[in-house]
């Protein structure tokens, strides 16, 4: 299996410009999820997709933040109008059913800044 | 809500020392429970995962962890560190039913020559 792959892998922009991340998750999994890191803390759940359905979001997940997976296999996360605290590094996971719980499985991460 | 808490931010051991890293879990029921690595500028890695089968768990690269109920703990151990060892670590966790983890803070580990 080819891993999770995530484009770009940085980011830079200015304050108010919209951005968009993809993931490609692995191969027939069929649940994918969007986590974001900030420094020195762990990774922080945003939302996560079974097949093309969206399930869950978190709180954490603003109004300007978007998440599509059209048709269940990539996934692109949209954040619009920027801000300075959205610097992170937002990271992919995917899994595929298994029992009552998944293993999930990271791409490397999109880091974003925003100056 | 569940939480997961790891002691320790920094951990350093001498190469060839054991490694302890420590995690706590709350929850009255025990979950499922996960240990990552995270080398600089890369995704996690899953070291190992805790669900349930047995309490103590093998792991890549020589790591385990013990499940221990009465403590609510998923320690993890490698009896001699290896200069490739140094990284940072996560302990999360996940209930049955629900698929988002939660993430400890993390432990960087050191390696000491």
């Known amino acids: ?115 | 809500a569940q939480s997961v808490t790891q002691l320790g931010s920094h951990v350093s051991v001498s190469e060839g020392a054991l490694v302890l890293l420590r995690c706590n879990y709350s929850s009255s029921v025990p979950p499922y429970l996960f240990w990552y690595v995270q080398y600089p500028n890369q995704g996690l890695q899953l070291l190992l995962k805790y669900t349930s089968a047995a309490t103590l768990v093998k792991g890549i690269n020589g790591f385990e962890a013990e499940f221990k109920k009465s403590e609510t703990s998923f320690h993890l151990t490698k009896p001699s560190a290896h200069m490739s060892d140094a990284a940072e670590y996560f302990c999360a966790v996940s209930d049955e039913g629900t698929y988002k983890y939660i993430f400890g803070t993390g432990t960087r580990l050191k390696v000491l020559a």
């Open chain 1, 1 to 115: 299996d080819t891993g999770v792959s995530q484009d770009p892998r940085h980011k830079i922009t200015k304050r108010g410009q919209n951005v968009t991340f993809r993931c490609d998750p692995i191969s027939e999994h069929n649940r994918l999820y969007w986590y974001r890191q900030t420094l020195g803390q762990g990774p922080e759940f945003l939302t996560y997709f079974q097949n093309e359905a969206q399930l869950e979001k978190s709180r954490l997940l603003s109004d300007r933040f978007s998440a599509e997976r059209p048709k269940g296999s990539f996934s692109t996360l949209e954040i619009q109008r920027t801000e300075q605290g959205d610097s992170a590094m937002y990271l992919c996971a995917s899994s595929r059913t298994s029992g009552t719980t998944d293993t999930q499985y990271f791409g490397p991460g999109t880091r974003l800044t925003v100056l």
